[in-house]
């Protein structure tokens, strides 16, 4: 399983020779953050155009400061910045502005891939929930539901 797919990369890559090419050819699953701001859009629309929807895992990233407004707040003893971005909330590093988690839990991640790539919900459901469950060796009938 790969997973942050298109994260913890480099700024500037090789053209082709790049950990998320050499990702999207892979037949490992896949997983991927679907805040909108770990993933630009157009990033998110060639995962979903290039792999199986079963191979397609949706993590949500959600540091412990998600949800919570944006300014400055602790999270594992270091300072992080929630700030608003163009697409939603992001959880950043002050000192090097890079992310430090996602803003986001997993309703919005869905909410992200129902609107911007219009997935219904048995595609939803199957990105964000029964394909984490395969990966892990369980199905539905191992999980209580409330």
């Known amino acids: 399983m790969l997973t942050h ?10 053209r082709h020779a790049n950990p998320l090419v050499d990702g ?6 896949c997983s991927i953050i ?6 630009p859009l157009p990033v998110l629309k060639l995962i979903f155009k290039s792999r199986p929807l079963q191979d397609i895992v949706v993590v949500s990233d959600a540091a412990p400061v998600a949800g919570l407004p944006p300014g400055a707040h602790t999270c594992f003893g270091k300072t992080v910045h929630v700030v608003q971005e163009d697409v939603g909330f992001a959880v950043r590093d002050p000192e090097s502005g890079y992310l430090a988690g996602s ?4 309703q919005q991640c869905a909410e992200f891939l129902s609107k ?13 929930f029964y394909n984490p469950l395969r990966i892990i060796n369980l199905t539905e009938k191992d999980v209580k539901l409330l």
Do not use: I
């Open 24 to 29: 999207l050819a892979s037949d490992l699953a």
């Open 103 to 106: 803003a986001a839990c997993m």
């Open 5 to 14: 797919l298109g994260n913890g990369m480099p700024a500037a890559v090789p």
């Open 34 to 39: 679907s805040d909108g701001v770990h993933l």
């Open 116 to 128: 911007s790539l219009k997935l219904d919900t048995r595609q939803l459901q199957q990105v964000c």
